[in-house]
Each structure stands twice: as structure tokens, then as C-alpha cells.
């Protein structure tokens, strides 16, 4: 898995390239531990994204509860598989997120 930051001003893109699992999660809450407290606007691009598992989600959920109350979380260019899984889990009921 990549990721790519773009930051501009306080809002962090963060575009997700390839598996997001149990092996790469661990990359993604680096990541998102190394972005400071300015940043109040948050962007996952996935549209490179081509699978997602529990351990990706659990990184998921945690960055939306981070940025819960500051500001904007969302995630955009969602396949149809990995919207499934939100779906599924219910999250796409609490997240925006956007085909």
C-alpha cells in the first residue's frame, strides 16, 4: 500500500493506493498520527483503492472519530466493492462518503 498526503492549508488529502489490510493499517495510523492538530479538514481518496479489510476499517472509523468535532472527514472516489463494505458494516450511514 501507498499513501499519498497532499496538505493545503488545514486540509489533508490522503489518497490510498492498493490493499488497505491487517500488513498495511499500521502504515495508515502512522500517517494519520504524524498529521497535527491544524489540519481540520480530512480527505481519504480511494480511488486507487482496491480492497479493504476489518484492520482497514478500524483505521477508518479512527480517523473520522479524530476528526469528529473539528471538522470535516470524508472519503471520496469509492469503488462499488469497497462501498459494499461499508455498507455492510453500517458506516456508510455515520461517514460521507462519496462515489
Same mark, same amino acid.
Given at each position: 500500500?501507498?499513501?499519498?498526503?497532499?496538505?493545503?492549508?488545514?486540509?489533508?488529502?490522503? *489518497?490510498?493506493?492498493?490493499?488497505?489490510?491487517?500488513?498495511?493499517?499500521?502504515?495508515? *495510523?502512522?500517517?494519520?498520527?504524524?498529521?497535527?492538530?491544524?489540519?481540520?479538514?480530512?480527505?481519504?481518496?480511494?480511488?486507487?483503492? *482496491?480492497?479493504?479489510?476489518?484492520?482497514?476499517?478500524?483505521?477508518?472509523?479512527?480517523?473520522?472519530? @479524530?476528526?469528529?468535532?473539528?471538522?470535516?472527514?470524508?472519503?471520496?472516489?469509492?469503488?462499488? *466493492?469497497?462501498?459494499?463494505?461499508? @455498507?455492510?458494516?453500517?458506516?456508510?450511514?455515520?461517514?460521507?462518503?462519496?462515489?
Amino acid at each position: 500500500m501507498d499513501i499519498i498526503n497532499n496538505i493545503d492549508g488545514n486540509k489533508a488529502t490522503m *489518497e490510498i493506493i492498493g490493499w488497505l489490510d491487517t500488513q498495511t493499517a499500521p502504515q495508515l *495510523e502512522e500517517a494519520l498520527s504524524k498529521l497535527g492538530d491544524e489540519i481540520t479538514n480530512l480527505v481519504f481518496d480511494f480511488a486507487k483503492l *482496491e480492497y479493504i479489510s476489518s484492520a482497514g476499517l478500524r483505521q477508518v472509523v479512527s480517523a473520522y472519530k @479524530k476528526m469528529s468535532g473539528k471538522g470535516e472527514f470524508k472519503i471520496i472516489n469509492v469503488s462499488d *466493492e469497497v462501498y459494499d463494505v461499508f @455498507k455492510l458494516t453500517g458506516f456508510d450511514q455515520k461517514i460521507n462518503i462519496e462515489k
